[in-house]
């Protein structure tokens, strides 16, 4: 099956600094990859769309400038939390699609982030 | 706009036992739907789909469930269940417009206890 891999699988900052999770498709390319933003007991929410060599589409509410995506080749996407908060704080997990298969995402293991 | 509603938000049942674990959704346009499942320390896990076509969609590990569009429901079912089972499970829906766009429930964690 389509295999995506997150890294780091968590990670512990200080307020004010920058982190960079990276979301890798393994076994295919996609072409379409998604970042979401999980909340304990809550549901994951969207926060941005990207598409390979195009800018990222950032849902309502998310700020762009905070979160940095970055969807440079067929197989890496980059989300980068810019001098983050501990409201930062979460499970961030991307998903990625084909168009072999534009109906279905497979989803990462997600990355913790605690930030001090 | 889609939202989802997964009212329990834990299920514990004994092995071998059946479940149902419930879905409604709201949407004013036709919609696609997921369940997907999140086992510890794992990634969600697409465990059935609803796209088109047949109503009952089935899982290759016994799971099913049933489009309702009168109902708007989406329940999920499994006649007798795994200790293996255990997981935490999302129903999550799109519209067929925009069908990448998922909108997921707050989840139902399953517990199989022997």
């Known amino acids: 099956g389509a295999v995506v891999s997150q890294h780091p699988s968590w990670v512990i900052c200080k307020s004010g600094t920058s982190v960079k999770i990276e979301c890798r498709s393994l076994d295919f390319q996609a072409t379409t990859m998604f970042w979401y933003r999980q909340f304990p007991k809550q549901s994951l929410m969207l926060m941005a769309t990207?598409?390979?060599?195009?800018?990222?589409?950032?849902e309502q509410g998310v700020e762009k400038d905070k979160f940095l995506i970055n969807h440079a080749s067929l197989t890496l996407s980059t989300l980068t939390v810019t001098s983050a908060h501990p409201e930062d704080s979460s499970f961030y997990i991307c998903?990625?699609?084909?168009?072999?298969?534009?109906?279905?995402?497979?989803f990462g293991p997600g990355t913790r982030l605690t930030v001090l | 706009a889609q939202s989802v509603t997964q009212l329990d938000s834990q299920v514990p049942v004994f092995e071998e036992a059946p479940v149902e674990l419930r879905c409604n959704y709201s949407?004013?346009?036709?919609?696609?739907l997921f369940w997907y499942v999140q086992y510890p320390n794992q990634g969600l896990q697409l465990l059935l789909k609803y796209l088109s076509g047949s109503t009952l969609v089935e899982s290759i590990n016994g799971f099913e469930a049933e489009f309702n569009k009168s109902q708007t429901s989406f329940h999920l079912r499994k006649p007798s269940v795994h200790i293996s089972d255990t997981a935490e499970y999302f129903c999550?829906?799109?519209?067929?417009?925009?069908?990448?766009?998922?909108?997921f429930g707050t989840g139902t964690r399953l517990l199989v206890s022997p």
């Open positions: 998903s990625a699609s084909s168009v072999l298969f534009t109906d279905t995402q497979y």
């Open positions: 949407s004013s346009v036709s919609v696609y």
């Open positions: 999550a829906v799109s519209d067929q417009d925009s069908f990448q766009k998922l909108v």
């Open positions: 990207s598409n390979e060599g195009s800018k990222a589409t950032y």
